[in-house]
C-alpha cells in the first residue's frame, strides 16, 4: 500500500518511529496526484516544490507533523491560487493570506498541499457545476463524487492523499464523503473559524475535515477548532481532545431515529443499511428510540431561501473592480459590472444570485426571507427538542446512491433536492459526521449521525463504533 493510501494515524507512527520521513510521504502523493488524477480530477492545482520544501522543515513532534492534507479550492492559502473553481478567479487571483484553518493546520505541523475541485462558489451538490474541470467518482467512474467538496472527497477516496479539507454549508462535507466512501465531519457552527473561506452562506459555512478514518477526523478536528477573534462568530469554547475517548462505544446512548428522514423517498436499500447499522448500534449496548422533527419538510424550502440571500450579499464583491477577471473594454461603468459577472459567473452562480435578489428585494423580503428565519428556528427548537430526549441522531445523508454523471442536469430542483438530509444541521447550527456503510450495488453508502451544538465526541464515538463493527 503506498504511503498516500495510509491513514494520518498510521503515518504518525511510520513518522515518529523512523520508518518514512515527511518527504518521502509527500513524494509519495506528489506521484500519485500527477499519474492518476488525470482520471479522476480531484485537484485543480499542486505546488510539488513548496511541499516538499515544507516537508524537510517538519517538525515531526507536533501532532500533525509532516502530515499532507489537501484543501479545497475555496479556502486561503498564502501564495496559492484560490479559484473557487470559477471564472471569475482563475488565473486572477492568489491567496495574500493563509485562512485561520490553515494557520492551525501549520501549527499542528500539518503541509497544505495542492486545490481540491468543487461546485463553483461551493454551490452545488455533484461538483459538476465546476466551471475548470470534472471530477469522477473514484468508487463508481461514471458516477458524480458529491458536492460541492467533490475534489477533496475524490482525492481522499482515490488513496491520492491521506485527507483533506472541505466546507459544508448545506452537506457539502457530508454528501460527498457518502457517495464517495469516506469519512466527512461537518463541525458544530462556530467551532472552526471561517475567516479566509470564500463566504457562500456565512450563518450555514463551516470548514471541516474528509478522512480515511473516524479517528483521522477527529485528530484534525484537534487542529482546526479554537476561537478565533477574526471570525465574530467563532466561540470561546475550550476545545477538548478529540481522539480521547473515541473508543469508548456506545453502551448506554439513546439513539434517535426520525420517522421524517425514512419516507418513500428514499431507496429502500439505503433505508437497509441504515436500519442495519441502528441494529449494530443497538446489539452493542445502545438504546433506538423514533423521535420526529416535525419541520424538515419545510428544511429544503428554507434553506434555498436563506442560503441563496447569504450569496447574494456575499457575491457582490466580485463586481470586476477589486479583483479577479474583468470585462475588456466596457462602454461605461455599469457595463463594467455587468459583462464582468456574465462573464465570470457559471449558471448555478447566477441562478443563486438572483434568487437570492429577489427574497431580500423590497415587498419580499418579510413574504420570503423573514419568513424562511422563523421556519429556521422552528428547526432548530426540534433538535433541542430531540436532544433532550436522545444523545445522537441516525439518519441516510442522501435519499440515494451518487447518481451517474449528468443525470439531473437541467434540473436544479433535483440537484436541491438531494441535500434533503444534510440542510437541517446547517440551518440549526449543529455537528454531523457521515460514515461508510456496506455499498449498495457496488455504490458507497454513508450513516449520517447528528449531534447537538458542540456533540462531536458524541458522534465521533458512534462513528467510530459503526467503522470498527466493519472492520471485524
Avoid at 442522501?398 to 449528468?406: T, Y
Wanted: with cysteine; hydrophobic share 35%.
Amino acid at each position: 500500500m503506498s504511503l498516500s493510501a495510509s491513514s494520518l494515524t498510521t503515518l504518525r507512527r511510520q513518522l515518529t518511529s523512523g520508518e518514512t520521513s515527511a518527504r518521502e510521504i509527500v513524494e509519495d502523493v506528489i506521484a500519485q496526484v500527477s499519474s492518476r488524477d488525470t482520471e479522476v480530477g480531484a485537484f485543480l492545482s499542486f505546488d510539488p516544490e513548496a511541499a516538499l520544501a515544507e516537508a524537510d522543515q517538519a517538525d515531526l513532534s507536533l501532532p500533525l507533523g509532516g502530515l499532507p492534507i489537501g484543501i479545497k479550492d475555496n479556502i486561503n492559502v498564502a501564495g496559492q491560487p484560490c479559484t473557487c473553481a470559477s471564472q471569475f478567479l482563475k488565473g486572477a487571483y492568489t491567496a495574500p493570506y493563509d485562512a485561520t484553518a490553515i494557520t492551525h493546520l501549520r501549527a499542528a505541523g500539518a503541509i497544505p498541499f495542492g486545490r481540491t475541485n468543487l461546485d463553483e462558489f461551493a454551490m452545488g451538490s455533484s461538483t459538476e457545476n465546476s466551471a475548470l474541470q470534472t471530477t469522477q467518482n473514484p468508487a463508481a467512474p461514471g458516477h458524480i463524487p458529491g458536492g460541492s467538496s467533490g475534489g477533496s472527497a475524490a482525492a481522499v477516496a482515490a488513496d491520492l492523499i491521506p485527507a483533506t479539507l472541505g466546507s459544508d454549508t448545506g452537506g457539502s462535507i457530508r454528501q460527498p464523503a457518502s457517495h464517495c466512501g469516506v469519512v466527512g465531519l461537518k463541525p458544530s457552527y462556530g467551532r472552526v473559524s471561517r475567516y479566509g473561506l470564500v463566504a457562500f452562506g456565512s450563518s450555514l459555512d463551516q470548514i471541516g475535515p474528509l478522512t480515511r478514518t473516524v479517528e483521522d477526523a477527529a485528530l484534525l478536528l484537534n487542529a482546526l477548532a479554537g476561537h478565533d477573534p477574526r471570525d465574530s462568530t467563532s466561540l470561546t469554547n475550550p476545545v477538548p481532545d478529540y481522539t480521547a475517548g473515541i473508543e469508548d462505544g456506545v453502551s448506554g446512548m439513546k439513539l434517535g431515529l426520525p420517522r421524517e428522514y425514512f419516507t418513500d423517498g428514499i431507496s429502500p436499500l439505503v433505508r437497509e443499511r441504515v436500519e442495519s447499522a441502528a441494529k449494530t448500534l443497538e446489539g452493542l449496548g445502545a438504546e433506538l428510540v423514533e423521535i420526529s422533527l416535525p419541520h424538515t419538510e419545510y428544511a429544503v424550502g428554507t434553506y434555498y431561501i436563506i442560503a441563496p440571500a447569504e450569496a447574494s450579499s456575499n457575491l457582490s464583491r466580485f463586481d470586476g473592480v477589486r479583483y479577479g477577471n474583468r470585462s475588456e473594454n466596457p462602454a461605461e461603468m455599469l457595463s463594467l459590472y455587468k459583462d464582468s459577472r456574465e462573464a465570470g459567473f457559471g449558471p448555478e452562480v447566477k441562478r443563486r444570485i438572483i434568487l437570492g435578489t429577489y427574497v431580500l428585494s423590497s415587498g419580499y423580503y418579510d413574504a420570503y426571507y423573514l419568513r424562511a428565519q422563523k421556519v429556521r428556528t422552528l428547526i432548530r427548537r426540534d433538535f433541542e427538542q430531540a436532544f433532550e430526549a436522545v444523545d445522537a441522531i441516525l439518519t441516510p445523508v442522501a435519499p440515494e446512491p451518487a447518481p451517474k454523471m449528468g443525470d439531473a442536469s437541467g434540473d436544479p430542483l433535483k440537484h436541491y433536492l438531494a441535500d434533503i438530509f444534510t440542510l437541517s444541521a446547517n440551518l440549526a447550527g449543529n455537528c454531523g459526521i457521515s460514515v461508510p456503510l456496506e455499498p449498495v450495488g457496488g455504490l458507497p453508502v454513508g450513516l449520517q449521525i447528528l449531534g447537538p451544538h458542540l456533540g462531536e465526541q458524541t458522534i465521533l464515538r458512534c462513528a467510530r463504533a459503526v467503522e470498527a463493527s466493519r472492520q471485524s
